[in-house]
C-alpha cells in the first residue's frame, strides 16, 4: 500500500475507533489541516452524519499547534481533549479520563488515555495511585482537561515538538498528568519522535492573494536550548 493511502486508512480507522468507542457526550471538532480532496470529502460526510459536530478545513496546512488552537476557541463543553488522527480508541477511554479529574480535582491536573514509550521513564513516572498513574510528560498526543486549564498554560506552540513544549510550560505551572492503570488507546503510526530542530512557517493566503503571517515572532530561549517563539497574529 503507498504511504499517501495509508496515512488515509490510518485517519479512517481511527475516527471509526473514536466513534464506536467514545462513551461520553461528545462534540467532535475536526480541524483539516489542508489535507487532500478524498480526505476531506471523507470528513464532510461524517459531518453530514452528524458525526463530526464541526468540520473546518484549511487550504493550507497551518501546522497542528495552529489547528489545536483554533479548535480550542470553538469548543463549549465543561471538558476539552486535544488529540491526532492516528491514534486507536478503546472502548471507555474518554469516561474513565474524566472520572480521574473529578475524583483528584482538588489537585492540578491534566488526563491522557495512555503513555507513549518516550514518556514511560522513572524520571517522567511520578506516582502511582490505586487507580491511576501519574506522569510529568504524559499526553501530548491526546490530553483532557477543562478549559480553564487551557488558558493558563497557553496556546499550543508553533513548533514541531509544539505539544513538548507545552508540557514543559504545563510543568512550570505545577501540573501533572494522570492516566488510568492500563493505556486505554494505542498509536498506529507511532515513530518515535520529530525533526524538533527544523522550523515551521505558518501563514495564510487569502481571496485577493493577500498574505497573513501568523508566524511567530519574538524569539526567546526554548526549554531545549534552541530558539522558541511568541505568538504572532491570533484569529
Known amino acids: 500500500m503507498k504511504d499517501a493511502e495509508s496515512r488515509n486508512e490510518v485517519m479512517r480507522e481511527s475516527l471509526r475507533s473514536l466513534e464506536e468507542n467514545t462513551d461520553y457526550p461528545v462534540e467532535i471538532i475536526v480541524m483539516d489541516n489542508g489535507g487532500n480532496p478524498d480526505d476531506s470529502d471523507y470528513l464532510v460526510n461524517l459531518a453530514r452524519r452528524g458525526v463530526i459536530s464541526?468540520?473546518?478545513?484549511?487550504?493550507?496546512?497551518?501546522?497542528?499547534?495552529?489547528?489545536?488552537?483554533?479548535?480550542?476557541?470553538?469548543a463549549t463543553g465543561?471538558?476539552?481533549?486535544?488529540?491526532?488522527?492516528?491514534?486507536?480508541?478503546?472502548?471507555?477511554?474518554l469516561s474513565s479520563c474524566i472520572v480521574l479529574l473529578e475524583k483528584y480535582s482538588d489537585r492540578k491536573l491534566i488526563a491522557t488515555p495512555y503513555i507513549t514509550p518516550d514518556k514511560n521513564f522513572s524520571n517522567w513516572n511520578k506516582e502511582v495511585l490505586p487507580d491511576a498513574r501519574i506522569n510529568?510528560?504524559?499526553?501530548?498526543?491526546?490530553?483532557?482537561?477543562?478549559?480553564?486549564?487551557?488558558?493558563?498554560?497557553?496556546?499550543?506552540?508553533?513548533?514541531?515538538?509544539?505539544?513538548s513544549v507545552w508540557h514543559r510550560n504545563m510543568v512550570g505551572k505545577r501540573y501533572m498528568v494522570i492516566v488510568p492503570p492500563k493505556d486505554m488507546v494505542r498509536h498506529l503510526t507511532y515513530r518515535r519522535g520529530v525533526r524538533w530542530h527544523v522550523p515551521i512557517d505558518v501563514s495564510k493566503k487569502l481571496l485577493k492573494g493577500e498574505k497573513v503571517d501568523f508566524n511567530y515572532k519574538t524569539v526567546r530561549k526554548s526549554v531545549y536550548g534552541g530558539s522558541q517563539k511568541s505568538p504572532g497574529v491570533q484569529l
Open 54 to 74: 464541526t468540520y473546518v478545513r484549511y487550504h493550507e496546512n497551518m501546522s497542528f499547534g495552529f489547528a489545536w488552537n483554533q479548535g480550542f476557541r470553538l
Open 78 to 93: 465543561d471538558y476539552v481533549c486535544f488529540t491526532c488522527n492516528d491514534i486507536y480508541y478503546e472502548k471507555g477511554w
Open 136 to 163: 510529568s510528560m504524559a499526553g501530548s498526543n491526546c490530553m483532557i482537561m477543562r478549559p480553564e486549564v487551557f488558558r493558563e498554560v497557553g496556546d499550543m506552540p508553533h513548533y514541531r515538538i509544539g505539544g
